[in-house]
C-alpha cells in the first residue's frame, strides 16, 4: 500500500473517530439533560433533548456511509477492517442512545402535569446517574482503545438491571398504595426502562471495544440482574 493511501486512510479512520467522538458528547448531554429535566420537571428542557436527536441521527448515517465507503475503496484487512466496522457499531449504539434518551425526554413532558409522590424519583436519578457514569467511561475506553475499563462497564451493568428491578417494585407499590399514582408511575416505569436499556448500550460498546482490540468476540454472556419480569405477581400478592 503505497504511503499516499496510507496517508488517506488514515485520514478516513480520524474523521471516524471524531464524529464518534461527537456522537458520544450529544448522547451524553441529552442523557444528562433528561435526567436533569425529569427532577426538574422541566418540559421546556425536555423539548430540547427531542430536538436534539436529529443531529445524532444525522451524524450516524454520515459514520455509516463513510465506513462503507472506506471498505470499499480502501479494502483494509485485520485490525484496519475492525476499526472501520466498530465505528459502525458504535454509531448505532448511539443513535439508539439517543433514541431512548429522547424518549425519556417525551415521557418527561406527558407527566409535567401530573401528581408526583414524593421522594419516587430519587431512585430513576440515582440509575440515571450510574449510567451516565458507565457512558462516560465506555466513551473514554472506546478513544483509548482500553479493553480493562470496557470490561468493568461490562461488569458493572448487573448493578444497573438490579436497581430497575428495585425501582420496578417500588412503583408497583405506589400503584397499588394510592391509584392516583398510576399515570405518573406508569410514565417513569417506562422512563426508567429507557435508561436501563441505554446502560445495554454502554455494553454493547464495550463488547464493540473488546472485539477491535483484542480481535475476538466476546464469548460469554453478559451477566443480568434485571428480575422485573418475574417480580410482578410477587409484587402484587404482598
Known amino acids: 500500500m503505497s504511503e499516499h493511501i496510507v496517508s488517506?486512510?488514515?485520514?478516513?479512520?480520524?474523521?471516524?473517530r471524531?464524529?464518534?467522538?461527537?456522537?458520544?458528547?450529544?448522547?451524553?448531554?441529552?442523557?444528562?439533560?433528561?435526567?436533569?429535566?425529569?427532577?426538574?420537571?422541566?418540559?421546556a428542557l425536555a423539548q430540547t433533548i427531542i430536538a436534539a436527536d436529529a443531529r445524532l441521527d444525522a451524524l450516524q448515517r454520515d459514520i455509516e456511509e463513510r465506513a462503507?465507503?472506506?471498505?470499499?475503496?480502501?479494502?483494509?484487512?485485520?485490525v484496519d477492517l475492525r476499526e472501520v466496522v466498530s465505528a459502525i457499531r458504535v454509531a448505532g449504539d448511539l443513535e439508539r442512545i439517543g433514541d431512548l434518551a429522547k424518549n425519556t425526554a417525551k415521557r418527561v413532558v406527558a407527566i409535567s402535569g401530573e401528581l408526583q409522590p414524593p421522594k419516587i424519583v430519587g431512585g430513576v436519578q440515582h440509575m440515571s446517574d450510574l449510567v451516565q457514569a458507565q457512558l462516560k467511561d465506555v466513551l473514554d475506553a472506546y478513544a483509548q482503545r482500553d479493553d480493562q475499563r470496557a470490561m468493568?462497564?461490562?461488569?458493572?451493568?448487573?448493578?444497573?438491571?438490579?436497581l430497575y428491578t428495585s425501582i420496578f417494585r417500588e412503583l408497583l407499590t405506589y400503584m397499588m398504595e394510592d391509584p392516583r399514582n398510576i399515570t405518573f408511575c406508569t410514565h417513569l416505569l417506562f422512563l426508567a426502562k429507557n435508561i436501563?436499556?441505554?446502560?445495554?448500550?454502554?455494553?454493547?460498546?464495550?463488547?464493540?471495544?473488546?472485539?477491535l482490540v483484542t480481535g475476538v468476540a466476546l464469548s460469554v454472556e453478559r451477566p443480568k440482574g434485571d428480575?422485573?419480569?418475574?417480580?410482578?405477581?410477587?409484587?402484587?400478592?404482598?
Open 8 to 16: 488517506s486512510f488514515d485520514t478516513d479512520l480520524d474523521t471516524l
Open 18 to 43: 471524531s464524529k464518534i467522538a461527537e456522537m458520544g458528547g450529544i448522547a451524553e448531554k441529552m442523557l444528562g439533560d433528561a435526567t436533569l429535566a425529569l427532577v426538574r420537571r422541566d418540559a
Open 196 to 211: 436501563e436499556r441505554i446502560g445495554d448500550h454502554t455494553t454493547n460498546v464495550a463488547e464493540t471495544i473488546h472485539y
Open 152 to 162: 468493568d462497564v461490562w461488569q458493572r451493568d448487573e448493578r444497573i438491571d438490579a
Open 68 to 78: 462503507i465507503l472506506t471498505i470499499a475503496r480502501r479494502q483494509p484487512m485485520a
Open 227 to 238: 428480575k422485573s419480569s418475574f417480580t410482578t405477581t410477587e409484587a402484587v400478592d404482598k
